[in-house]
């Protein structure tokens, strides 16, 4: 069983559609990430959140430190944010969940 | 800034061949890392460094060697290619350690295949 767990693996939305993707982990931890992976396979690193919410443009992070719980959400959709998302946390070392692939149709 | 600079972007080698993924960030980082990510996993940790001359293993070492001459460079080396070593290869590099409040900057990725 991997130490995060990341839902819906698959996720297709219409463009406009508030999307949220949840991510549990199992273990205590210090810091959990958010990354984006591009179509192209880069990954670039969205918020770095250790307890509350976190805001940045459309994207929302929030955490609940007591429910192991982070969910990240992007409001008014747009096709350029179909990519993979991964959620990363640390506990002595980094653990990786294995992504949601967002697609966003126009 | 560049960033975090990985090269090559694609690689096909032979069972048995040996070559090097280079990495090198502009940011003055301490840490750098190297991860590789199969299909239907997770991103797993091959080696780290958190700072030049000094380098430890990952989760998933074996088959790899990394060196640190530098602050800038951290190359990731592969003796004899087995294809169990097909994936795609990311590098990564933070200033604090990842988990305490730094920016994560990763590479674009080489996706190696070993035939």
């Known amino acids: 069983k991997n130490e995060v767990e990341q839902s819906p693996q698959n996720l297709t939305a219409q463009e406009g559609e508030f999307i949220t993707i949840n991510c549990s982990y199992s273990?205590?931890?210090?810091?959990l990430h958010w990354l984006q992976q591009h179509p192209g396979g880069g990954i670039v690193s969205l918020f770095m959140?250790?307890?509350g919410k976190k805001k940045h443009g459309r994207l929302i992070a929030t955490i609940n430190i007591q429910e192991k719980h982070s969910s990240l959400h992007i409001t008014a959709s747009h096709p350029r944010d179909s990519a993979v998302y991964i959620c990363a946390v640390r506990s002595g070392q980094f653990y990786f969940g294995t992504g949601t692939s967002l697609t966003v149709i126009p | 800034n560049a960033g975090v600079t990985q090269t090559p972007k694609f690689r096909i080698l032979k069972i048995g061949q040996s070559m090097t993924l280079q990495c090198t960030q502009d940011?003055?980082?301490?840490?750098m890392y190297w991860y590789r990510q199969d299909p239907g996993m997770g991103l797993k940790l091959i080696y780290y460094?958190?700072?030049?001359?000094?380098?430890d293993k990952g989760e998933v070492p074996n088959g790899y060697n990394v060196s640190r001459s530098t602050t800038e460079d951290f190359p990731l080396r592969l003796e004899l290619a087995a294809p169990s070593q097909t994936s795609v290869y990311f590098c990564?590099?933070?200033?604090?350690?990842?988990?305490?409040?730094?920016?994560?900057?990763f590479g674009q990725g080489t996706r190696l295949t070993v035939v």
């Open positions: 460094s958190v700072g030049a001359g000094i380098t």
């Open positions: 959140l250790s307890s």
């Open positions: 273990v205590g931890i210090s810091a």
């Open positions: 990564a590099s933070s200033y604090f350690q990842l988990g305490t409040n730094t920016e994560a900057f």
């Open positions: 940011m003055n980082h301490n840490y």
